[in-house]
C-alpha cells in the first residue's frame, strides 16, 4: 500500500496537553515525516494558540486542521488500533514495546482503517484509565539517569520510526491476496467499548459484578480483549450470546 496513506491513517493523540508550545512542536515533528491527523483531548490552554503556532514553524496547516475532543473515546472513535506511550510497565493494561515494534504494527493495521498512537500529560503522561483503553503500548528506552523526554521531542521519535517503517523496501505484503482470509473487518474503538458496556450490564444482572467492590475484573477483562485484537463478526457474536443471556433472564438488551 502507498506509504503516504498508510501515514495519513495514523493519529496523533495527544492528551490533556498542558503547554501550547508542546502542541506546536508536536504538529512539527508529525509534518516533517509526513503526518497530518493531529487530535488534542481537552487542552490545558484555549485553542489554537499563538504560541503553539510560533512553534509549529511552518506545520500551522497541521494545528488548523487539529480535532478537540473532551474525552480520549471521541479522539478515538473509528479507529481499529490504539497505541499507549508510557514511560513505565503498569501492573494493568499491555506491556510496552519498543518503538520500531508498535511503527509495524500501527502501519499492519493502518492497511485497514485508522489507527492512533495516544500520549499523555506532560506531567503525570497517561491515566490508567486511558491505558486501557489502549490494545498496546510502546516505551521508548530512554537513558534510565534522565529519563525526562518533552512531548515534542517524544512525538518526534516515533514519527520518525512510522515514516522509516513505512518507506522501507522489506515492508512485506501481510497476507497471500490469492487467499480470502476467513475474517472480517476489525472491530473500532466505539464498538469495542459497546461490548465492554454491555458485558458490565450482563454481569451486574447476573450478580457476577458487584459495582460497589469491582476489583480488576473490568480491567482484566479490557487487557484480556485488547489481546484478542476483535474483528467486526466477534464482537457481533460476543453481543449476540450476551443479548440471549439477557432475554433468559428477563433484562433484555440494554447496552
Not at 101 to 129: I, K, R, T
Request: charged share 20%; hydrophobic share 40%.
Amino acid at each position: 500500500m502507498n506509504p503516504e496513506l498508510l501515514l495519513s491513517r495514523i493519529r496523533i493523540v495527544l492528551c490533556r496537553p498542558s503547554h501550547p508550545g508542546n502542541i506546536g512542536a508536536a504538529a512539527r515533528a508529525m509534518k516533517t515525516m509526513g503526518l497530518s491527523d493531529l487530535h488534542l483531548v481537552a487542552p490545558k490552554c484555549a485553542f489554537p494558540d499563538p504560541e503553539a503556532e510560533a512553534r509549529a514553524t511552518g506545520a500551522v496547516d497541521v494545528l488548523k486542521g487539529a480535532k478537540i475532543h473532551d474525552t480520549l473515546p471521541g479522539a478515538l472513535a473509528g479507529s481499529i488500533l490504539a497505541v499507549a506511550l508510557s514511560a513505565r510497565r503498569r501492573d494493568l493494561g499491555p506491556p510496552p514495546g519498543f518503538p520500531r515494534e508498535a511503527a509495524w504494527q500501527l502501519l499492519a493495521e493502518a492497511a485497514h482503517g485508522p489507527v492512533a498512537l495516544v500520549f499523555g500529560n506532560e506531567s503525570v503522561g497517561l491515566s490508567n484509565d486511558e491505558i486501557l483503553q489502549c490494545q498496546s503500548a510502546v516505551s521508548i528506552p530512554t537513558n534510565p539517569d534522565f529519563s525526562s523526554l518533552n512531548l515534542g521531542a517524544a512525538v518526534q521519535v516515533l514519527c520518525y520510526e512510522l515514516r522509516l517503517a513505512a518507506y522501507s523496501d522489506t515492508l512485506q505484503p501481510l497476507a497471500d491476496p490469492r487467499v480470502t482470509p476467513f475474517s472480517s473487518p476489525l472491530a473500532t474503538h466505539d464498538e469495542i467499548e459497546g461490548l465492554h458496556a454491555h458485558l458490565k450490564s450482563v454481569m451486574t444482572e447476573t450478580g457476577f459484578l458487584n459495582p460497589e467492590q469491582p476489583g480488576r475484573l473490568l480491567p482484566k477483562l479490557r487487557r484480556l480483549f485488547g489481546r484478542a485484537r476483535l474483528e467486526r463478526d466477534e464482537i457481533n457474536i460476543l453481543r449476540g450470546i450476551l443479548s440471549a443471556t439477557q432475554n433468559r433472564t428477563g433484562h433484555g438488551r440494554k447496552a
